[in-house]
């Protein structure tokens, strides 16, 4: 996704964009596999944050529409999802009400295609499939890119290499033939592991349920969670997730059983009624992994983003958005050193490039930090409870930071608006320090006040 999206970025600023894909990728959506050899997560449900839908639009125009025809099915995070988190409920609003949480659940392939076939409406843009990158070549001092080369020898210039080769990017060991090294790499890996199956969604089920999407969270519990995500084609992809090594297990009971187990019974109770399509997939390579390129003096004319750069423990459904923000972020920097307007001209424009990439991964890095802190928290948590990482001592301000976002957690369970802003800090549409507004901050102390209230009076 971080590919498309770079090259329908770079699509106002140069003159012709080439996208390598090593797979082979078939243009009808019924004859695509369900499986990509080169995105080994193809199968799993992926959810895109509205964040990410939001700015899908800016750079695939009529994605949301064109997800909708395709039968992506309509999920209003606030109407059509009942959660279950800290022991509570939180039961999805009345239709009547506005929410700005609007989305559509979809799967990667149909999400990924839809983009791809937007995409290559741009007469500037190619997709040239089959085609594995094997390494980079530089001008003779090495201080800039100068093309890839391909695993059948071909060679290929270019101004401008961007990296959204994925989690398995080898971006690093080409870098080094031009005497890069490699960039400090942080792994938080909690052993998280997914179990996911589609299920045909019971006839009515919306109308008689009042919701289509379930979200379970772990907490308190055992670190299991779940979710049900409605798909194109009256689907569910239902996700059972477990830590260190509990993992979901594959067979028709057992998947069941661990449903079962979660700390609601929802999720269970679903899926035993409805028609199960397809195996149970399974998916460990889940753990958190930044890679500091932003600390590595890049040649000039290389960037790297998506999961090349950042990858998230994926229960959060940040991947794709930060891969999105990623790309969005590339224009803009490149757009404004070019000038307003400006495009790119391999004669006149060389200079843009210098320094750009450490500018680029700086900003990128600033960028991933919040998802980073979203995807490591809880991770980091249950790492140091199994003795795993060693004890961090919180500062004062991370105390309060930490304690206020429990609060509102709570207060966001029984007050509409808190949960709106809430959700819309997890879906990236607006930053967490939203969630500080006074009319948020003023609702949270009131429920801290009404608990110490409630112990002092208990007491
Ligand atoms: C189990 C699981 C569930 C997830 N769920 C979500 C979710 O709900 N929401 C969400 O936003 N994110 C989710 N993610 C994360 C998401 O899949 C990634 O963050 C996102 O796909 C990143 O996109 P990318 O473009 O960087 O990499 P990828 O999507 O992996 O794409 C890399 C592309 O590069 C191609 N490629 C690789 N190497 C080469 C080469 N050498 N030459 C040419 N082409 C090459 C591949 O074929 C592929 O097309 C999940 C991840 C996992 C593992």
Redesign the pocket.
Known sequence: ?????SASSLSSMFDEVLL????TIPTDLEAMSAK??????FQ??????VG?LQLCEKLFSGFKESLREAGGQPVDWLKDCKAYDFGVYMEPLPQSEASPLGSVGAT?KLMEHTARNILQTKPNISLQCG????ALRFSADNSTVSGVVLKDGNEISADIVVD???????VSEWLEAAGCSAPPQQVINSGLG?G?RTYKMPKDWRLKHGWNSFLISPRPGTGRQGLLLPVEHDRWQVILTGLAGDHPPTDEEGYLEFARSLPQKDIYEAIKQAEPIGPVYT?S??ENVRRHYEKVDLPAGVCI????AT??N??Y???????IKGAILLRDLLQKRLGPGVKFSSEQSKGALKGFGKEFQTELAALQDFPWTVATGDDEKHLRAAGKLPPKKKSVGETIINWYFLQAIRCAMHDYKVRAKFFSVNHMMVPPTAMFHPSIASKVALISIKDAWGALTSA
């Open positions: 996704m971080a590919g498309l999206a390598l894909e090593r797979d990509r050899g080169g995105v080994p997560q799993q449900p992926h959810v895109m944050l990410g990667r085609s594995l990158v094997t959204a080769s994925g989690r398995n990017s080898k997914y996911t998916y390579r889940t983003l998506g999961d090349a990858c998230f994926p229960v459904g940040q991947g794709m958005t930060v891969g």
